[in-house]
């Protein structure tokens, strides 16, 4: 029964015009747009945070296509059942002259040897391969199904895109909920589409229960206000709200930065107190810990990657003693942005001058009729360090790293001026 299917399956975009988010991928003029337009697809990769559109995205590109479509997971499905899909494949390409995709989600549990059975049918064009994942498949897939496709990166879905997918499910009365008298507010809408964090799936698997388990009134109208979705998704509701929001993150890192670690505890309280997800507040003092602090002191790095674990692997409210632990850690540390100064000099340099070579003797094949390098010296043979040109001859006398006087980067400014 349609009823026993979840919303979120149900209310599944079917083409362009219902998917929502992604601009980068599908939007106008946009490689993947393009290559739709033209039929010359090929394999592909899809990795980003769940309920983002992966596999929906998939479905559509397959359909659009006039393509045989098979699907597989990963988890379930092993060497046997991509061979029957190759087979069918075949079959379907000398009958009717269809291609066929090939649409694997949680595509980063293959094995090895289940990755290997269907390169060759990708590389002779036998299946269009289009795997979904939440790992980045650099890491987590065999480099020869990597290289084969393209790959593309999903981002969480903004709150005005999923707010349109909410509306739609409240409208739609085939597949959606607008067989039902909902009297939803415009509040709690806002609310649901900020808290799940970019995962529409998320978003309306919360919003069908919260419509199942609200008693009907009496004009038979169900009434779903911000409380309700709130317990909905077992989450305090935020008593703030998006420009506040933002405002106490901004307020939170400045802290971090100014080393006020009073400032920086009460807004990282407001923030998790409202509702917000702890793994944002870990995220921010990851960046900061290279940003803000660096060299001067790098175990603050290490701290907050630890923090950042804690919340994945504990969770609340334990996780919250480690995230104050971090805070206080990045607060009370020397401060320095010579990292950061470093890596956006380094990062104009390496856009704005694309025609410097690296030098001869760096290269993995050195010529032999170049007299002015003599070859590579190995540093080892040296005692750690010998004087030798490594930037390209354009760049010999740049200098991006300088150490603040701060923390621990004072002994390194004595290091490199002993090196010069």
């Known amino acids: 029964m349609r009823e026993n299917i979840p919303l979120a399956e149900r ?10 988010g992604q601009e980068h ?9 393009r290559a739709i337009s033209t039929g010359n697809v ?13 596999t929906t995205l998939a479905g559509i590109i397959a359909k659009m296509l006039n393509a045989n479509i098979e699907k597989l997971n990963a988890v379930s499905s092993g060497i046997a059942d991509a061979k029957a899909v190759i087979e069918r494949a075949k079959s379907n390409k000398a009958m009717f002259n269809q291609d066929t995709y090939l649409l694997l989600d949680e595509c980063h549990r293959w094995s090895k040897s289940q990755s290997d059975c269907v390169l060759q049918a990708i590389e002779d064009g036998t299946i269009f391969f289009i795997g979904s994942t939440t790992e ?4 987590s897939m065999t480099r020869a199904i990597v290289s084969r496709c393209h790959v593309f990166e999903f981002k969480k879905v903004e709150p005005k895109d999923i707010k349109k997918v909410i509306d739609r499910a409240l409208l739609d009365k085939e597949n959606g909920l607008g067989d039902i008298k909902i009297d939803m507010s ?3 809408k806002d609310y649901l589409a900020f808290v799940c964090n970019g995962d529409v799936r998320v978003a309306l698997n919360t919003l069908e229960l919260a419509v199942k388990s609200t008693k009907m009134k009496r004009d038979g109208s169900v009434v779903i206000d911000k409380n309700i979705v709130a317990e909905c998704l077992d989450k305090k509701p935020l008593s703030i709200d998006e420009s506040m929001y933002y405002d106490y993150l901004s307020a939170f890192c400045k802290s971090l930065r100014g080393s006020d670690a009073e400032a920086a505890l009460y807004y990282s309280q407001r923030l998790l107190q409202a509702g917000v997800d702890p793994l944002i507040i870990a995220r921010r003092m990851i960046a900061h810990a290279s940003e803000d602090i660096g060299m001067a002191d790098s175990n603050a790095l290490l701290i907050a990657c630890c ?3 804690a919340v994945e692997k504990i969770g609340p409210p334990e996780c919250y003693l480690s995230l104050s632990h971090a805070i206080i850690y990045l607060c009370e540390a020397e ?15 390496a856009q704005t001058r694309s025609e410097d070579i690296v030098p001869n003797h760096l290269k993995n094949h050195p ?3 170049d007299d002015e390098h003599k070859g590579y010296k190995y540093p080892h043979n040296y005692g750690g360090y010998v004087k030798q040109q490594y930037m390209p001859d354009g760049l010999q006398d740049r200098v991006y790293y300088v150490p603040s006087e701060n923390g621990k980067e004072k002994n390194m400014q004595r290091k490199k001026l002993r090196n010069k």
């Open 335 to 349: 401060k320095s942005n010579s990292v950061y100064k470093a890596m956006s000099m380094a990062a104009n340099d």
């Open 186 to 188: 415009n509040e709690a």
């Open 307 to 309: 923090a950042m674990y």
């Open 136 to 139: 980045n498949p650099y890491t």
């Open 42 to 54: 090929g394999s592909l990769i899809f990795y980003g945070p769940p309920g983002t559109g992966k």
């Open 367 to 369: 010529s032999t009729n």
């Open 11 to 20: 209310l599944r975009a079917k083409n362009f015009s219902e998917f929502v």
């Open 25 to 33: 991928i599908v939007g106008k003029n946009k490689f993947l747009s």
